[in-house]
Every structure is written in structure tokens, then in C-alpha cells.
């Protein structure tokens, strides 16, 4: 076999391999920039208060003793949870590495949905649906210790 053959037919496999490769160490990156964004999300001034305010207000609380509740307490909740439901389908599209995900923050996540659940179960009453279903199960994995 002459060595240009053998380059020739080298050569093609040797650009897949490096490009294979790259597009996973790019991919990596991606996904390790994008849990950075998500743990700033999750750490945010109103976010932190709005799981406290879940662990305080809510916690231990009945579903219909939300409407008690002054609006902004219910506003800032509704923040967290939006941006907690944001972050489990996240990793549910594998946008982020879920493990990551569960070291960072999973006991604090887990914590924060099941003190909201009188919340989300407020909210499912009066709109008919049940709200935050990716924040929901993914909290249920974590506590499954997937």
C-alpha cells in the first residue's frame, strides 16, 4: 500500500476522531458555563429570599391559608419556584449535568419544593393546572437520591 493511500485513507477518520472530540470538549464547556449561569440563578438575591420565605410562610401551611398571605410573599415565592422550575428542565434537557446540579444544590432544592408544596397546590386550585411539574419531580429524584 503506497503512503499516499494510506493517508488518503487515514486522514478521514483523523478529522472525525478531532472533530468528535472537540464537539464534546465544546459541549463540556457549554454545559459547565451554563451550570454557572443556573447556580447565579439559583443564588440571587430574590431567589434566596423567596426559598426562605417558602420555608417560613408556607411550610406547615394549608392550601387555602395562602390567600392570607400578603402579595408579596406569594409574588416572591412564585419567583423562586419559576426560577427552580427553570433549572430542573435544564437538566431534564441536559442543558446542565444534573449531578452537578444535586451537589451544588440538591438538599437545599429539595427542602425549598416540599415546604412549597401548600403553594403549588394553592395555585393548582385556582388555575386549574398543577404548576412548577419539572421543579416537582425534579425534587422527588433528589430525594430518591438519583
Known amino acids: 500500500m503506497s503512503g499516499s493511500l494510506l493517508v488518503a485513507l487515514i486522514s478521514p477518520v483523523v478529522a472525525v476522531v478531532l ?3 472537540s464537539f464534546r470538549r465544546t459541549s463540556q464547556a457549554d454545559r459547565l458555563r451554563a451550570f454557572f449561569e443556573v ?12 426559598r426562605r420565605l417558602l420555608h417560613r410562610e408556607i411550610a406547615g401551611r394549608q392550601s387555602g391559608q395562602m390567600e ?5 410573599v406569594l409574588t416572591n415565592v412564585g419567583y423562586a419556584l ?9 437538566c431534564e434537557g441536559k442543558y446542565v449535568d444534573p449531578k452537578l446540579v444535586t451537589r451544588s444544590m440538591g438538599k437545599s432544592y429539595a427542602g425549598a419544593i416540599a415546604a412549597a408544596k401548600p ?3 394553592y395555585v393548582e386550585e385556582r388555575r386549574g393546572f398543577r404548576p412548577y411539574a ?3 419531580r425534579f425534587a422527588e429524584r433528589l430525594r430518591q437520591g438519583h
Request: proline letters at 3%.
Open 19 to 21: 472533530t468528535v472530540w
Open 39 to 50: 447556580q447565579q440563578r439559583y443564588l440571587d438575591k430574590e431567589v434566596r429570599s423567596g
Open 68 to 72: 392570607e398571605l400578603p402579595s408579596e
Open 82 to 90: 419559576a426560577v427552580m422550575n427553570s433549572i430542573a428542565i435544564a
Open 119 to 121: 403553594y403549588i397546590d
Open 134 to 136: 419539572f421543579a416537582e
